[in-house]
């Protein structure tokens, strides 16, 4: 049984939304840190999510929550441009989710995932999944306060996705490349691309996965600890 929220919705001109602007970032960061010390304070676990639109975040965390469901308690903050059409997929799995429209832009940032954390009861939960909105830019300058980043790609993204979006894998923990099963179709190397990782952070764990079958995942869930 689905235990959906309310929709949480940037207001107008509260979202963090001039990526150049310092001032902007840095209160952002601002409250990143006020959010990890929130979820430090109540034992939970965050773990921010990023990838393109397409990449299978939504469908890694589903097996996510299957794999790890009777281990933890476990909630979920799904960021969308619109709909909750995703958060629903995920609260057919029987835990909290909590859909987050950013409207126009392609991000979350810090104090939409703080108004997301009042709709749930922290005490109830010890595991936390934030999947951002599907972009491989925007996100990796806001930080929300999670423990550890997650970067998922797809082979059907092509041979050069990870070197043409470098900084995104600066401060992940995990790099997850999603459908193995069409490398070979599409022409990558899988090789290729987790060295490409590893030459712009040689501390990020890369773990190869078809999401669908669930295959590798869990070695996601190794690379995260849990």
Not at 19 to 28: M, P, Q, T, V, Y
Not at 37 to 59: C, F, P, Y
Request: with cysteine; charged share 30%.
């Amino acid at each position: 049984m689905a235990h959906l929220k309310e929709v949480v919705k940037a207001e107008e001109g509260e979202i963090f939304d001039i990526e150049l602007e310092a001032d902007l970032l840095k209160a952002n960061e601002e409250l990143a840190t006020k959010n990890r010390e929130l979820l430090r304070k109540h034992g939970v676990m965050a773990i921010d999510v990023m990838g393109s639109i397409g990449s299978g975040k939504t469908t890694l965390i589903e097996k996510l929550v299957q794999a790890l469901k009777k281990k933890y308690k476990i909630a979920v903050f799904k960021g969308d441009l619109t709909t909750t059409i995703d958060a629903e997929l995920i609260g057919r799995h029987g835990i909290e989710v909590v859909p987050i429209n950013t409207g126009k832009e392609c991000h979350l940032d810090a104090n939409l995932v703080k108004k997301a954390l009042q709709k749930i009861n922290l005490e109830d939960i010890d595991l936390l999944f934030i999947e951002n909105v599907g972009n491989l830019i925007c996100p990796a300058d806001f930080p929300l306060g999670s423990e550890k980043r997650v970067v998922v790609i797809s082979v059907t993204e092509g041979p050069y996705m990870v070197v043409k979006h470098p900084f995104i894998f600066m401060d992940a923990d995990v790099a997850v490349i999603n459908k193995k099963d069409l490398a070979q179709a599409m022409g990558v190397d899988i090789k290729k691309l987790k060295a490409d990782v590893g030459e712009i952070n040689p501390n990020v764990k890369v773990v190869a996965t078809n999401g669908r079958s669930g295959e590798g995942v869990k070695e996601v869930v190794d690379a995260l600890g849990l």
